[in-house]
Each structure stands twice: as structure tokens, then as C-alpha cells.
């Protein structure tokens, strides 16, 4: 343990000395912001029909119930007694955020997520307790909850009701990502996150981090898979992107100048702050590397033509910019948070720790964790068998 | 009807989700939760069935009247007798048998006084290795009126 001198610097109050927060609160909104950035992706094919984002809708939402189901865990870790939160469901306080958050959640990984892939796989569900091996036949015989209907009108039904629930999903989406938004800007003890843009803010990173993990996960797996990539798909993507990037970025500058004119007593020491400690990943990672590039980069594929590897690059370049932009934003908002005194007249450290409970180990095994669950998901349900089957001679594939 | 039996499947299982969360939550929150609060009402009953530690500081001045004359007009006037000496219940259901232990004002002392550039600088705080050199407070100071009789002038 290093003396508490050697950490601070000015004057804090003993109690600010250490981050009670730590890499494990900046994963938590910034896997929430994957999942629903990978929903609203998914959303734009189905509610808002652009086809050219087809490729990726099952993609997209394999990827967000894989994200979803990792998104407590590093609050569950936080909190080193993982069965206590069970008690936010069976007795929750209207006055916690947190408790609300849970079902909030509950709400969009039951009703929403889990609902939606279940209609749209259905058809492959069923198809593939017919033909899969044993083992897994029980599997799929089990998830199909025993009804083996995939007539033409049972599947329109289908598609009627995932649409409604796609619908649904979009407002929930947004509470659900806005909603951890809302947890740190409706701290008003903090002047760092203490706006009501907070929301907002945190909504429209979301989207941009969720569009760029599904546009690299549908590289990756495509390049593994050697198929070809859809570049329709792909530019379709990149320019959504770049437009909603654009209005993220606008929102941040809109919180910046307006902090910088209103100049509130809280100034001096933030803007000391960003200079200071926070330089490296806020001014350098996240408005540099994470914005500024990849919005030029996004934007010279919109203006000039391209060849398609090049297009492939400045996407696959921006997605991973933007990435880790996103999560710089959501380190300088969860650590900076932390770091200065409420007395504006001192500073502290964080020292991120390697092999500890909420050491950076354990960030890198719960970033790593939805990729497994995701290997796994589309294993179960293959995302792909949709564009093999109209390969293989039209949507129902001859098998009904 | 027919061609969603399927949907219908489904929201059976919800439903039978929803009621088995119902039942579970019924077995598991403890009786009386709510009734006065955001709190299982029997603990109030816990609570009280506890064994009482603190006498309160009325109870010490029954009997320990000239002490409290003494702290009655120092800077320790707002200081209750069992933040220092400890609960002493027991001591003052059986003032023969249970004898309190004079606290260490070494030690005592210490955890208001010691120097901590958090503490409003009017507060009376000292480095106490630097002042006192490892001897104990009560050797200069009266702990219940601590002020040094030359400091007060007399």
C-alpha cells in the first residue's frame, strides 16, 4: 500500500482518498451502451426497414443478449456479495435507481431480447430439432416449447409480433442505456456528471460503441467463415455510424462549451483535472483517438471514393477508434468522477490493480466473456442459416 | 388460434415464470417486511430483546455526581461518559462486581486530537508523539476538563 501522500495532491477529505468505483464500474455502462447500440442496429432493418443492414440483424441481436447477460457481472463482482442483489427484485426501494435499474433490465432481457431472437430463430429452431445431432436435438425439441408450427401464416404471426416487440424495444433500449446515464448524471453532489445530458450523452456513445462491436464481430466472423463481405451492408453501416457519431460528438462539444461559458464554481478544478491526470484519456484517447480520427476517417469514405479493401480498413480502423474512445469516455466519466475533491482543492490517483478482485484481470476476463457466450450463442442458433437457406433455393429451404 | 399456439406456449412460460417469482418472493421476504418501513418489522422486536450495553450518561451521574461537576464545565461539557469510559451497563446494574477500566488516554485521546489536516483548524489537535513524547495525556491534562490550569489563567 502506497502512502496516502504519495496519491494525493491538495486537500481531500479522507473519505475521497480512494475511488470507491473502479475499471469494473466503467465496464458496466459501457457493455450496457454495447447492448443497446447492437439493438437499435438491429432495430434499423426491422422497424425502420434498411435492408442493406440485413446481414448483421440476427448478428446484432445474438450480440446484444450476449452482452446482456455479462452486463451485472462486474457489478455483481463490485459488490463482493452477488446474492444480495437478488433482493432488488423481491424487495425493491422506488427511491433506488439502481433497484428500478434492475427491472429495467429484467424487462429488456426477458420481454424484449430473449422474445425477439426466440420468433425470429423459431423457424431455424424448429428445422434444426429435426436435423441436428441427438444431443443437441433435445436442445432445440426443448427451446421449440414443443410446437413444431412453422406453416406460412404461423411465421407471419411470428414476424406481426417480433415487430411489435421490436418496437417496444427501441423505447426500452433507450431506458435501458439511458437509465445508467441517468444513475450518474442525477448525482448532484458531482458537478463532473451532474447534468441532465447526462442521458443523452451516454445513449448516443451507446449506439455508436453498439454499430461498431457488431461491424467488427461481422468482419471477423465473415473473414472466419471466408465468405465475402457485404459491402453494401458494410458502408450502409459506416455512414450510420458517422452520422450517429456526428451527433454524439455534438452533444459532448454542447456539454463542454456550456460547462466552459457557465464556468460554475466546479470549473477550475475539472478543467485542472482534464490538463492534468485525465489528458492522456480524455483529451488524447477519447477526443483524439476515439473521435476525432475515426469521425474523419467515417467522414472521407462519405465524401471520396474508394477502393473496397480501403473501405474495409478506414471501417474496421474506425469501429476499433471508436471502440476505445467510447470506453475512455466512460473511464474519464466513472474515474474522473472520482478523482477530484468536493472541496475543488485537491486531487487523488487511481491505482488500478492487476490480479484482484476488481483488478484489471478480472475487466479483461468479463470483456472476454461475451465473445465466449457469443461463440456459443451462435453455435446454438447460427445467425447465418437464413442467407444459406435462400442460398440453398428460398427462404424455407424446402425442409417444411 | 391454432397457428400460435406456439405465442401462446410462450406466454404461459412467462407466466409461469412470473408466479414461480411470486412464490418465491413470498417464501423468502421475511414476515411483517413493509409494515412500518423499508424493513422487516420483527426486528424492531430483535432489536429491543437485545441485551442493553449503554447505561446513558444519567445514569453515571447518579452516582459519579462530582465527575460530572468537574466535566460540567470544560470543553468535554457535550461529551456523554460512555463515548470515553465504554459501555458500562452492567457496571452500573452491579457497581461492586463489574469494575469499568480507566481508558488509556494515550490511546483515547488520540482518536479525536491526533493532527489531521481534515479537521477544522479551530479544533484543539496536536502531533501527540511530538507532544506529550509518549506520556500519557492524563499526566498533564484533567481528562474530564482538559484545559491546563495555567492556560486558564489562574
Known amino acids: 500500500m502506497e502512502p496516502v501522500t504519495k496519491l494525493v495532491e491538495g486537500f481531500m477529505y479522507p473519505n475521497e482518498v480512494e475511488l470507491q468505483w473502479s475499471i469494473l464500474i466503467v465496464l458496466y455502462p459501457y457493455i450496457t451502451g454495447l447492448v443497446a447500440g447492437a439493438f437499435i442496429l438491429a432495430s434499423l432493418e426491422r422497424v425502420f426497414r434498411v435492408e442493406a443492414v440485413k446481414p448483421t440483424y440476427r448478428l446484432a441481436l445474438l450480440t446484444a443478449l450476449a452482452f446482456l447477460l455479462v452486463a451485472p457481472l462486474p457489478l455483481q463482482l463490485h459488490l463482493g456479495h452477488p446474492e444480495r442483489s437478488f433482493e432488488m427484485f423481491l424487495t425493491p426501494h422506488r427511491s433506488s435507481a439502481m433497484a428500478m435499474f434492475g427491472f429495467v433490465y429484467l424487462w429488456y432481457l426477458a420481454a424484449v431480447l430473449v422474445m425477439e431472437i426466440w420468433l425470429d430463430f423459431r423457424k431455424d429452431i424448429v428445422l434444426l430439432s429435426r436435423t441436428a445431432p441427438s444431443a443437441m436435438r433435445w436442445i432445440y425439441k426443448l427451446l421449440t416449447l414443443g410446437s413444431q408450427n412453422i406453416s406460412e401464416r404461423s411465421l407471419q404471426i411470428d414476424d406481426r409480433v417480433g415487430y411489435i416487440v421490436t418496437v417496444v424495444g427501441i423505447p426500452s433500449a433507450f431506458l435501458l442505456h439511458g437509465y445508467v446515464g441517468f444513475i450518474f448524471g442525477s448525482v448532484k453532489a458531482n458537478p463532473w456528471w451532474s447534468t441532465p445530458l447526462m442521458p443523452i450523452v451516454f445513449l448516443f456513445s451507446a449506439i455508436s460503441s453498439g454499430i461498431s462491436v457488431v461491424l467488427l464481430i461481422y468482419m471477423a466472423a465473415t473473414r472466419l467463415r471466408r465468405q465475402a463481405l457485404d459491402m453494401r451492408c458494410l458502408d450502409t453501416m459506416g455512414s450510420y455510424l458517422f452520422y450517429l457519431f456526428v451527433i454524439d460528438f455534438t452533444l459532448e462539444m454542447v456539454d463542454l462549451t456550456h460547462r466552459i461559458y457557465e464556468a460554475g464554481e466546479s470549473f477550475q478544478s475539472l478543467d485542472f483535472m482534464v490538463h492534468s491526470r485525465l489528458y492522456f484519456s480524455h483529451i488524447v484517447v477519447q477526443i483524439v483517438l476515439g473521435t476525432l480520427v475515426p469521425l474523419a476517417l467515417l467522414g472521407s469514405a462519405q465524401l471520396w471514393r474508394m477502393s473496397e479493401a480501403r473501405r474495409k480498413s478506414v471501417y474496421a480502423l474506425s469501429g476499433l477508434l471508436i471502440m476505445t474512445g467510447i470506453f475512455a469516455m466512460r473511464w474519464n466519466v466513472v474515474i474522473g468522477g472520482q478523482l477530484f475533491s468536493k472541496s475543488f482543492l485537491g486531487y487523488t490517483t487511481y491505482k488500478l490493480e492487476f490480479a484482484t478482485r476488481e483488478g484489471l484481470l478480472a475487466a479483461i476476463l468479463l470483456m472476454i466473456l461475451p465473445f465466449i457466450i457469443l461463440w456459443a450463442l451462435v453455435k446454438l442458433l447460427p445467425p447465418w442459416t437464413t442467407l444459406a437457406h435462400e442460398a440453398a433455393g428460398g427462404r424455407d429451404g424446402g425442409n417444411t | ?154
Open chain 2, 1 to 154: 388460434m391454432k397457428e400460435a399456439v406456439h405465442l401462446v406456449r410462450l406466454a404461459a412460460l412467462f407466466a409461469a415464470g412470473f408466479v414461480a417469482f411470486l412464490v418465491i418472493r413470498q417464501m423468502v421476504v421475511p414476515a411483517g417486511f413493509g409494515k412500518y418501513g423499508h424493513f422487516r418489522a420483527g426486528a424492531l422486536d430483535d432489536i429491543r430483546a437485545r441485551p442493553i450495553s449503554y447505561a446513558g450518561h444519567g445514569t453515571c451521574e447518579a452516582c459519579h455526581d462530582d465527575q460530572h461537576n468537574v466535566l460540567a464545565k470544560g470543553k468535554h461539557a457535550q461529551v456523554s461518559c460512555e463515548a470515553c469510559h465504554g459501555p458500562q451497563n452492567r457496571h452500573a446494574e452491579e457497581p461492586d462486581k463489574v469494575k469499568p477500566v480507566l481508558p488509556d488516554t494515550r490511546v483515547l485521546c488520540a482518536s479525536c486530537h491526533e493532527s489531521n489536516s481534515a479537521k477544522p483548524k479551530k479544533f484543539p489537535q496536536v502531533v501527540a508523539s511530538d507532544h506529550s513524547g509518549g506520556e500519557p495525556c492524563k499526566s498533564c491534562h484533567v481528562p474530564h476538563n482538559p484545559k491546563l490550569s495555567t492556560e486558564k489563567g489562574q
